[in-house]
């Protein structure tokens, strides 16, 4: 598969991830990279995801290894995941009860399958739950075992997650997983990861393991969701409910008819997926992205098919810019408040010669009340970044961005 790095998304302790794109068909997707004499982690986490599939996990794509700057680099291939990752979000903006149950509800659904597949997650964290608009997903399984690797594999995560068990280095199993819900829950919560007050990793991992003491609860939260991590966080592993149990604790069951409609939707691959413009007609996501209108999908996918442009995209990100170049510069721009041209090619321009308000009309119904797109027909085969982050919800706008990109690269 022909494909091009693009912006760094994050940085783990071991590996980058980078969002990237698939030459042929303009699809994003993320990819994990790290010197390949160093992949034995990164190279495990492939055999584990290539082995699982569920939509509360982020799914495998596949592997390659190349040759970047003299390096030979191992790079695991993921689905993209628009909002990044929760402890990101958590310094923008503190999450409310609500928003934590419906991202809990999807996280418990995919640690409940990884359980019945065997597997422990080992590093459940805010910076390994994902946010993409069809709810949470979990991410980063480098650290997972299978339940019958037992005391063969070292014990593994971030100690401020750790369950007291982990930290003595008795045993990591399925409870030790559901300590760390309770402990992201929290973070979630709060913004920081529990055990505020302590200085160093040692010191968590004595805390934790020998003291005796539970985390802190949040002390606004309401009594479900404190009862919710009360069977979290119990000392004893034997104690802690299941994730099968979880899903069925008030905390997440009481709203679970709601969040399912809210999350009723499949992450669009692209702006003309219809689906995706009729579900935001009819309600807000819990990532209240706000009404974008309907989108009549037939006929601007004829139109703009007809476009005919032989692709070969150009496609770059950095830190302020998306820039998409095609042979023919067929591209979708705006200029100003509610003026759209689908390219700046002259003979392209000519097939749209009297349609292209209609073609704007149909196609970008509402588009201001997502972003105001300002670039000008002059810069037209680039989209500055910088204007889709004006408004309020960066991750909407992201989303859109790479959505936007990865229709006018299928064209
Ligand atoms: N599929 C994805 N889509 C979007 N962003 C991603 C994706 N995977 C990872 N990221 C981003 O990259 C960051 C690091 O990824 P990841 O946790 O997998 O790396 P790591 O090196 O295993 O980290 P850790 O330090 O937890 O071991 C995440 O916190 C998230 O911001």
């Known amino acids: 598969m022909d494909w091009t790095r693009g912006k760094t998304i994050g940085r783990g302790s071991f590996a980058t991830v980078s969002a990237a794109l698939v ?50 680099m191992y790079n695991l291939f993921m689905e993209y995941v628009s909002g990044g990752a929760v402890s990101d979000v958590i310094q923008k903006s ?21 359980h019945l597949e065997g597997l422990v997650h080992c590093d ?42 982990v930290a003595r280095g008795d045993d990591q199993g399925f409870a030790a997983d559901i300590w760390a819900i309770g402990c992201t829950v929290i973070e979630m ?11 160093d990793p040692v010191s968590a991992l004595y805390r934790i393991g020998f003291s005796g003491e539970v985390p802190e609860f949040p ?38 008819k709601q969040i399912q409609n809210l999350f009723r939707h499949n992450s669009p691959t692209s702006i003309l997926d219809s689906d ?4 935001m007609g009819e309600t807000e996501s819990p990532l209240n992205l706000t009404h974008i ?24 990100i950095n830190d302020d810019w998306v820039t998409i170049r095609c042979e023919q510069h067929a591209i979708a721009t705006t200029s100003g408040s509610d003026s759209v041209w689908v390219s700046d090619d002259e003979e392209a321009e ?44 960066v991750t909407k706008h992201e989303h859109f961005m790479l959505s936007f990109s990865t229709i006018l690269l299928e064209l």
């Open 219 to 256: 002390s606004f939260l309401s009594n479900e969701a404190k009862d919710f991590l009360s069977n979290c966080l119990r000392k004893d592993p034997k104690e802690r409910m299941t994730a099968t149990q979880l899903l069925k604790h008030p905390f997440l069951d009481s709203h679970s």
């Open 276 to 279: 995706f413009w009729d579900s």
């Open 350 to 393: 000519e097939l749209y010669e009297g349609s292209s308000d209609e073609l704007v009309n149909n196609y970008f119904r509402d588009i201001n009340s997502i972003c105001s797109i300002s670039t000008s027909r002059r810069d037209c085969n680039s989209f500055s970044r910088r204007d889709f982050v004006r408004s309020s919800n």
């Open 189 to 199: 919560a709060t913004g920081h990861p529990p055990w505020v007050d302590v200085i």
């Open 124 to 165: 459940i964290k805010g910076s390994n739950i994902l946010i993409g608009l069809d709810g949470a997903k979990i991410a980063d399984l480098g650290c997972a075992k299978w339940i019958n690797e037992g005391k063969e594999m070292p014990i593994s995560g971030t100690p401020l997650f750790m369950a007291p068990e």
């Open 94 to 114: 503190l999450l409310d009860e609500f928003t934590i149950k419906s991202y809990m509800r999807s996280i418990i659904l995919g640690l409940e399958y990884l």
């Open 293 to 316: 209108g309907y989108l009549n999908s037939n006929s601007p996918i004829e139109r703009l098919k007809r476009l005919s442009c032989p692709i070969t995209p150009n496609w770059t």
């Open 23 to 72: 030459h042929r068909t303009g699809e994003v997707f993320a990819v994990k990279s790290v010197e390949y004499s160093k992949s034995e982690l990164l190279q495990r986490e492939d055999k584990i995801l290539s082995s699982i599939k569920c939509p509360h996990i982020v799914s495998y794509k596949g592997c390659d290894v190349t040759n970047e700057n003299g390096k030979n």
